[in-house]
């Protein structure tokens, strides 16, 4: 996923507990997303734009802390870590839709010239956001009203004539932020997408409902969805 560099997953270790008061009523801290992979967790701390692994004691904890079944040495630890803080939980967000259809699983539209002008604008702006903002900033929710997946479909095959003329590598967050905000300008709503696997790798792309906008189904169907803005 694009940035400075490809992303990087830090393991955090399981340590002993040191000298943190405990307080059993915590809570996620709001920019800490996670999913698990068989007995897993990828987290991504949007604030840090950094990404962790938990596996083996580390994975148990945290398995514990979801299952509410955390000891007063587990919250010490997951404090230490800095993935928790003190307040009531919040209730876990609903699973997200898995993506089952594609625009570009479909006969494309036709990209007219001064969408694709527009889309290599946008995609060029997002680049230098993102080489300088956090993950956080760059997610901040583009004002929109309703889905129009029809409407989409142009702006789509834009935005994807619009990436040919730009380095490929590492763009798919850029990309996705400046179709967002075409989309937005129009009124029409779409959901982005950071989605993980392992062995480590993260990707970003636009969903609307269970259709994706801006990938192949392909490209997107073996990652496992990890933040939803």
């Known amino acids: 996923m694009a940035g400075n560099t490809s992303p990087k997953v830090e393991q955090i270790q399981e340590e002993s507990a040191s000298s943190w008061p405990e307080c059993r009523a915590v ?25 962790f692994l938990l596996e083996g004691p580390a994975a148990e904890r945290f398995t514990s802390w979801c299952d509410e ?49 527009e889309a290599l604008c ?9 080489r300088g903002e956090s993950l956080a900033a760059s997610l901040r929710q583009a004002n929109s009203a309703t889905a129009d997946l029809e409407a989409c479909r142009p702006i789509a095959a834009a935005c994807r004539a619009a990436a040919r003329y730009r380095a490929a590598a590492d763009q798919c967050l850029p990309n996705a ?13 779409s959901n982005l997408v950071i989605g993980v696997m392992l062995p480590f790798s993260a990707h970003c792309w636009l969903q609307s409902g269970e259709t994706v906008l801006s990938d192949p189904l392909d490209s997107v169907r073996n990652f496992h969805p990890l933040v939803v803005v």
């Open 122 to 130: 946008e995609q060029v702006v997002a680049s230098r956001r993102v």
């Open 177 to 189: 932020l400046a179709m967002r905000r075409m989309l937005a300008r129009r009124g029409i709503a």
């Open 27 to 51: 809570r996620l801290r709001p920019q800490v997303h996670f999913c698990r992979i068989g007995a897993r967790f990828i987290l991504l701390d949007l604030a840090a734009s950094r990404y």
């Open 69 to 117: 079944k955390a000891d007063a040495s587990t919250i010490r630890w997951l404090q230490e870590a800095g993935l928790v803080e003190p307040g009531s939980a919040a209730a876990h967000p609903s699973p997200p839709v898995l993506p089952l259809l594609s625009l570009f699983d479909v006969p494309p539209a036709r990209a007219r010239p001064w969408l694709v002008a």
